[in-house]
């Protein structure tokens, strides 16, 4: 009986989970547990993940589902995180073009290599072009490091061919279905595809099983059974078949799970189900599942936290119109964003940020060790300006190379030949890509011992790690998988980081012109004035001195310039006091109004910051305040100028309100803001006297005091 | 082997590489780029031999991974069989394609006889018998 089904009517698959699969030694004892008891269990950690992988092997894929489903999200993440078969996070990363060009995908092969993918997978726009796409990446992938799995996903009796002649590495397109109609439409039987594992781990080749929910809603034949106890019954299967791991979380039906209320939790329960049968999980986040930004970054988020064998069975590494496989929920569009929610949750998701020249010499490299391939096998001969759009481009839109025709012709003739990857080692050395042929080889020798046919097992530093000897033994805080020091640093090593140097040699490039559009001239000590005429603007510490521009990109001198005319406009006296005890907004306005006869003072920071100020008022309660600088214009600060001088003249004008869209101001600007305040603070000194500044803008008549 | 191997072998390669060998002898070390230049080391001696299969099955084992050394112990099986034997196999177990199950029947018997495949060739008997049952000899048109 499984899962109400007596022996006598069991259709292939009960049969095949039931002889092949189940611990019939402890399935009882495991059945008669509650399911509410082992769902705790899961997210215990005192409970040992080999405690709970030894119950999953006693229960039936109906009890698997429900032990599952008492879970909410935050539960299955948590519970992924413990059972996950390895303890060091991966990733896989898709390599495809839209033209099938081999020049690109070698570049694109060893840029992906680069950011630390452990598995790259390509496929084809056109199928007989799978030989040429296999030669292509074998060969990008083996630059800059050795040890990355590929995969060439074709039609299944030529993926095996590909990876015979010692190409590909591994295999994960052997799909299961949880219904025998399905299955059978899928034209294999659970016998055909274990024979067919057992046909790949005879040829040394890794191999895991795809799977997933959606795929038997996607193919009709569902028999009403959830979207949970299918995708348990292709799990149970694909243990049943001894295939060390799964492809699941919903592989090309995840988009059609996701418009499910609950679908999306639906694929990480699938992930969990996975892992928790002691598979290794390549855990979906493969097809894009929606266009919106914020469901993407959601649905990455609890695979990141969690960690996993590998996090995406195919991140798109390459632009989305050249993913072959459609594109994937995360894309060259969103590496860079990836890699900063790495950093921003001191997460391991498998990637590594690569500075840009590095990339552009790896690309430089791969494509001239293709280059050197083709000429030496008589493949081709790239012009060099094919292999030169190939190296600086992003995307195949911006390439002139080989088009899918003439990949056909590489493809037909590599296959025709029966060259292996040993001509492709020799030819690579013939031509000096020593280092190459020697990661390339190394890859090819993985499979004479086999130990990355164990379970998730991926090649880090030369070195096979797998659940064997890396298990995930996960017990709480302060164990399992933790982010190392040299790791951490690693991973926050994302491009265009702001740093002080780097805002003071932007600003030192603004120096210049203002040297030739204004002069600073620094007086006597700045004393109380008398006359009542007189209105103050206070300006901070390194104000022309160090910090040459206001945040929103206007030249000091300008803002400076506009103010002291609107004030000079009603008669008035405009004096400008540089202040050296604060670089705070309101008390260089307070200050400067202090001083100024008519009780009226601006205070203004460099970054353009601004306020107006009256003698009396306390600190912080100001006339008018500025202070959104990124969006302030040159005429917000004429106007602001205009107001001062009508207060000073008793009137009461309209204020100034610069408008605001909801910009996030704070994110864009914030991290610059502080660096900057920081070079006004050091600056400063306690007790400094404020200094007359006698100001002359060049090029033009003004005052000068 | 009277001894099995233990996780504390693994991986092979680093830890126990005197046992390994590709299918024509030749040790790990033997396998580098002078001697695959020399023409010394050939596509054959970047194969997995059934020996290796077998030393990975007992190590799959002694991680708790029984049905993972099963499949190992099928590949052994398969390490000396030609690639069109293997494709001509899988075809005959995809549905539809035997009319009857003794057609599956003689293949496992050829698969047992010709290259000791024993635990395949139950395999195929065992899929003989479900195919029957459930149908899957029908003519798929």
């Known amino acids: ?705 | 082997m009277s001894d099995n191997l233990t996780i504390e072998d693994y991986p092979l390669s680093e830890k126990r590489p005197e046992l390994i060998a590709g299918q024509r002898g030749k040790k790990l070390s033997d396998i580098t780029l002078d001697t695959l230049v020399s023409g010394e080391v050939q596509m054959e001696d970047l194969r997995i031999t059934s020996q290796a299969l077998h030393y990975q099955a007992e190590i799959a084992r002694a991680a708790g991974r029984p049905t993972l050394a099963e499949n190992f112990e099928r590949g052994a099986e398969l390490v000396g069989v030609p690639e069109e034997v293997i494709m001509q196999v899988y075809e005959l177990l995809r549905p539809g394609r035997a009319a009857d199950k003794s057609v599956l029947i003689e293949a496992a018997k050829l698969l047992r006889r010709d290259y000791g495949a024993a635990k395949l060739a139950d395999f195929m008997e065992e899929a003989a018998e479900v195919y029957e049952r459930r149908g899957l000899f029908t003519y798929r048109f």
């Open chain 1, 1 to 705: 009986m499984l899962d109400g089904v007596h022996e006598a009517d069991f259709d292939m698959i009960d049969y095949f989970i039931a002889r092949h699969h189940i611990d019939v030694a402890v399935a009882a004892e495991m059945m008669a547990m509650p399911s509410a008891m082992i769902a705790r269990q899961l997210v215990d950690m005192h409970v040992p993940r080999t405690d709970l992988v030894k119950i999953a092997h006693g229960l039936t894929p109906a009890k698997l589902a429900e032990v599952v489903s008492q879970l909410n999200a935050l539960e299955i993440t948590f519970a992924y995180s413990k059972m996950r078969a390895r303890n060091t996070p991966g990733n896989q990363g898709h390599v495809t073009n839209a033209k099938d060009d081999p020049l690109q995908l070698a570049a694109d092969a060893a840029t992906a290599v680069a950011f630390g993918f452990d598995e790259i997978e390509t496929t084809m726009r056109v199928s007989r072009n799978a030989w040429s796409n296999a030669v292509a990446c074998a060969v990008g992938a083996a630059v800059g490091r050795s040890g990355t799995l590929f995969q060439c996903s074709s039609e299944e009796a030529e993926e095996l061919k590909i990876g015979m002649a010692g190409f590909s590495s591994y295999a994960e397109t052997v799909s299961v279905y949880g219904t025998e109609r399905t299955f059978i439409d899928g034209d294999d039987t659970p016998w055909s595809k274990a024979f067919l594992a057992a046909a790949y781990a005879s040829r040394g080749i890794k191999m895991r099983c795809t799977s997933g929910a959606g795929s038997e809603l996607l193919m009709g034949f569902h028999e009403s059974k959830s979207l949970l106890c299918l995708e348990a019954r292709c799990l149970c299967l694909q243990r049943g078949m001894g295939v060390q791991g799964t492809q699941n979380g919903g592989i090309d039906g995840a988009p059609v799970t996701a418009t499910v209320p609950g679908g999306v939790k639906e694929l990480m329960a699938e992930n969990l189900l996975a892992v928790w049968l002691d598979l290794e999980c390549a855990s979906g986040n493969d097809a894009r599942t929606t266009e919106s930004e914020i469901r993407v970054g959601a649905k990455i988020l609890p695979y990141l936290v969690a960690g996993s064998d590998l996090i995406c069975s195919g991140f798109g590494t390459i632009l989305k119109y050249d993913n072959s496989f459609n594109p994937s929920l995360l894309n060259g569009e969103e590496l860079e964003d990836f890699l900063v929610l790495q950093r921003d949750f001191e997460a391991d998701g498998g990637l590594t940020p690569v500075r840009e020249h590095r990339i552009l010499e790896l690309r430089r490299r791969a494509v001239d060790a293709l280059a050197a391939v083709f000429e030496e096998l008589q493949l081709g001969i790239p012009s060099k300006q094919m292999l030169e759009s190939v190296v600086a481009a992003s995307g195949s839109d911006e390439t002139e190379s080989y088009s899918p025709r003439d990949a056909s012709l590489i493809s037909q003739a590599i296959q025709d030949r029966g060259i292996t990857v040993v001509e492709v080692i020799k030819a690579l050395l013939r031509r000096g890509f020593r280092e190459e042929a020697e990661n390339l080889l190394a890859v090819v020798k993985l499979r004479i011992a086999g130990d990355y046919l164990q379970t998730s097992a991926i090649v880090r530093d030369g070195r096979v790690i797998s659940a064997v000897n890396d298990p995930n033994c996960y017990a709480g805080p302060g164990s399992g998988y933790r982010v190392s020091e040299p790791r951490r640093l690693e991973i926050n090593a994302i491009r265009d980081e702001l740093d002080q140097k780097e805002v003071l040699r932007s600003e030192a490039l603004h120096e210049a012109a203002e040297q030739r559009r204004i002069l600073y001239h620094a007086g006597a000590d700045a004393v109380v004035s008398a006359e009542t005429t007189d209105v103050v603007i206070g300006i901070s510490p390194a104000f022309g001195v160090k910090l040459f521009q206001t945040v929103g990109g206007h030249p000091l001198s300008q803002v400076l310039g506009v103010m002291t005319d609107a004030i000079a406009a009603r008669g008035l006296k405009p004096r400008v006091v540089r202040f050296k005890h604060t670089a705070d907004t309101s008390f260089l306005g307070l200050s400067a109004a202090r001083l100024a006869g008519s009780g009226i003072g601006i205070g203004l920071q460099a970054k353009g910051t601004a306020v107006i100020h009256q003698r009396d008022r306390l600190p912080h309660n100001n006339l008018e305040l500025f202070s959104n600088a990124p969006i302030t214009q040159v005429e917000h600060y004429r106007q602001l100028g205009a107001n001062a001088a009508a207060y000073a003249l008793g009137e009461m004008p309209e204020p100034v309100v610069v408008p605001m869209r909801g910009q996030a101001m704070g994110s864009r600007y914030h991290a610059r803001v502080a660096m900057i305040y920081a070079i006004e603070t050091a600056l400063t000194a306690k007790d400094a006297r404020p200094q007359e500044i006698g100001v002359k803008f060049l090029g033009r008549m003004h005052l000068e005091r």
